[in-house]
């Protein structure tokens, strides 16, 4: 098939790479010419493991059954040819809470701008949006059709309601699950696929797109190996409200957990339990499950902040108060202060104290800073008078540029960061973390404080390699 992803971050350009490499013809747009031109290069703008292999072997061979993958700025260019259209651009929160919608507004207006009646597409909402903003992106392509176009040209919306000559489009949501650091396997072998739209048309459209994934007939990148036993994908078709509400609940529900742990971790400390030993044993019931159960800094990133955050708004907009949802923001907001107060605890001052952070991506396998614990953690102690040292394997040219702001002395490795730290704490569970020689920091540390805000230590080997070791909820 033909496909236009507009937007190429973190969701559009692994989709768009993906569904090339599956075999469709793809045009990525994007409004920042420096990242089309590093696209055109071959290059990718984000770290994504195996993103580049996948994105250089689409651009140059074609992808495994021949697609192709082009890059442009101009969304005409993208649209006319395309019988699907993807809107994958960003949908960051402001301050009340609510999603800032005007790239999703531009993008629609300009997709109606570019439609023309030589098809009929399908217009596909990738971007996590409120619950009826199918709706309001329909209303909006059908604006900009108005517009922009001579009368001639003009149709109204849904299949079967519009000028006999003129657009023809749909409005679909596909909400994307995908997580950083492990986004191509995400999306060729993902737990299922949801799509919500009000015509059957715009469903089978969409079943015939990812019909590869969902029969899972394609021969697997190197990049990304399929899993052992992994049959076919689940396709959850629904109305266009359910599949927005799909996405919003999946990550209010991922939050909560987490946020869950951290409140029974915090517990655990009152009462001397392990929350690792806990997690494990409640885990094991296959009821709960073993992941999203881990104690630490909270949650960060661009999606689950923002994401409950945009359900609070929703429900109280319906005059509904989410009791849950609120507690789990207000958890991880408290979990992140409670790093800086186990430090404040073994330091007792921590003016004119060097502390080092170990990580500051939100999580591992990603340069994504957006909400990440670490950088929350550094703007407190700051202002609290420290001195603070940061080392991250992936994402310090992405703090370096992205916060100017932020007072960080940048670290070349580890020892190097432990290097004179009162001191350290490990914020982000890299594997390169998990693997270092404890001594060899302390060897090089003014002192011997070592908050383990990811449970990724051994108490007992920590406090053998001569550390003050602290966890969470242990
Ligand atoms: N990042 C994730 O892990 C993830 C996972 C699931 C869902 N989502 C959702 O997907 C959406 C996209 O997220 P992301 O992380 O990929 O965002 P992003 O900020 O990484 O990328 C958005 C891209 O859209 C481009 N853009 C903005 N306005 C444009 C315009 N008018 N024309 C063309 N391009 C334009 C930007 O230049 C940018 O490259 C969001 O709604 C997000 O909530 C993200």
Same mark, same amino acid.
């Given at each position: 098939m033909q496909v236009c992803v507009i937007g190429t971050g973190y969701v559009g350009l692994v989709t768009g790479t993906c569904l090339s490499y599956l075999g469709h013809d793809v045009v990525c747009v994007d409004n920042n010419p420096a990242k089309i031109d590093q696209l055109r290069a071959g290059e990718s703008p984000i770290y994504e493991p195996g993103l580049s292999e996948l994105l250089t072997h689409c651009i140059k061979? =074609?992808? &495994?059954?021949k697609g192709t993958l082009r890059f442009s700025m101009s969304i005409e260019e993208g649209v006319r040819p395309a019988d699907v259209v993807f809107i994958a651009v960003g949908t960051p929160p402001q301050p009340s809470g609510e999603p800032d919608l005007q790239y999703v507004e531009a993008v629609a207006r300009a997709i109606g701008a570019a439609l023309d009646a030589s098809k009929p597409r399908v217009i596909v909402n990738k971007s996590t949006v409120p619950i009826g903003s199918g709706n309001w992106v329909e209303m909006l392509v059908r604006e900009g059709i108005h517009s922009l176009q001579p009368a001639s040209q003009r149709g109204t919306g849904s299949l079967g309601y519009g000028q006999a000559d003129g657009p023809v489009f749909m409005v679909a949501s596909n909400p994307e699950f995908l997580r950083e650091g492990s986004a191509i396997g995400d999306t060729l072998y993902p737990d299922r696929i949801v799509v919500g739209a009000h015509e059957p048309e715009a469903l089978s459209m969409l079943r015939q797109l990812y019909a590869p994934i969902l029969e899972q007939t394609f021969k697997a990148p190197s990049v990304a190996v399929r899993p052992e036993g992994f049959g076919a994908v689940p396709l959850v078709t629904t109305d266009l409200q359910s599949a927005e509400m799909i996405k919003y609940a999946a990550n209010a529900f991922l939050a909560t957990k987490i946020s869950f742990a951290n409140e029974i971790a915090n517990l655990c400390e009152k009462v001397g339990a392990d929350v690792v030993e806990v997690a494990r044993g409640i885990g094991l019931d296959a009821r709960i499950g073993?992941?999203?159960l881990n104690a630490g800094a909270g949650w960060g990133g661009s999606c689950f902040g923002k994401d409950v955050s945009a359900l609070v708004s929703i429900a109280r907009e319906y005059g509904y108060e989410p009791q849950m949802l609120k507690a789990t923001i207000e958890v991880n907001h408290a979990q992140r202060q409670r790093i800086v107060q186990k430090l404040q605890d073994q330091l007792?001052?921590?003016?004119g104290k060097t502390i080092g952070l170990m =990580?500051? &991506?939100?999580?591992?396998?990603?340069?994504d800073l957006r909400d990440a614990p670490a950088l929350d953690i550094a703007r407190t102690l700051l202002k609290m008078g420290a001195r603070i040292k940061g080392y991250d394997p992936i994402a310090m040219e992405a703090c370096k540029r992205q916060h100017p702001e932020l007072d960080l002395v940048y670290a070349a490795d580890p020892v190097d960061l432990a290097w004179g730290c009162d001191a350290i704490v490990a914020v982000t569970e890299w594997d390169e973390f998990k693997r270092l020689d404890l001594a060899q920091l302390k060897a090089v540390m003014r002192s011997n404080v070592l908050v383990d805000a990811r449970n990724i230590y051994d108490p007992a080997t920590a406090e053998h390699d001569g550390f003050v070791y602290v966890g969470v909820g242990r």
């Open positions: 061979q =074609g992808g &495994a059954q073993q992941r999203f007792k001052i921590v003016k =990580g500051l &991506a939100f999580k591992p396998n990603t340069d």
